[in-house]
């Protein structure tokens, strides 16, 4: 679309402001400047989509991914009924409508609405794997930590010792 504007102004006809009275550096300087802005936009997106971070605090399930965070209280969590599951299979666990989230070629992060209704925060980066974790707010989560059933295993852990009670 740049380059389609540029072409029609310099054939249009019309009046036009030229860097240093040239239509070839008036051009190289628009053309390097949006490619160049195109490559900020880029990196500041690649940065974001490797920001995945899980931790357990004390307390809670702290989840960072691309411009989101959330933190879950143990407290919150269903994990009776938390399971690992594969999103080829289980489809219907596939995040639906993005309504405060971020969303490129099976890079899911932040809020969503699965295919089965249900509201989830998601941080999935394309695997089949996933881990379903419901919260007694109504609001899941919707995972995919590289041991799944590890962290099922930790989390029901902490969840039945006496401090987490």
Do not use: C
Not at 18 to 45: E, P
Not at 112 to 141: C, D, H, M, Q, Y
């Amino acid at each position: 679309p740049t380059a389609a504007a540029l072409w029609w102004q310099v054939h249009g006809g019309g009046p036009m402001s030229l860097i240093g009275g040239s239509v070839g550096i008036t051009i190289a300087a628009v053309l390097g400047g949006v490619s160049a802005l195109v490559l900020a936009i880029w990196f500041g997106l690649d940065r974001a989509m490797h920001r995945h971070r899980l931790q357990l605090s004390p307390l809670a399930l702290d989840i960072k991914t691309s411009f989101y965070s959330t933190a879950v209280p143990f407290s919150e969590l269903i994990l009776d009924q938390a399971r690992v599951i594969d999103l080829h299979e289980r489809t219907e666990f596939k995040p639906g409508m993005k309504y405060n989230g971020y969303a490129i070629a099976g890079f899911n992060s932040g809020h969503f609405r699965l295919k089965n209704g249900e509201k989830a925060f998601v941080a999935i980066a394309g695997e089949r794997r996933a881990l379903w974790l419901p919260t007694r707010s109504g609001k899941g989560l919707l995972l995919q930590p590289q041991q799944p059933e590890a962290l099922l295993n930790r989390l029901r852990e902490l969840a039945a010792s006496p401090a987490h009670r």
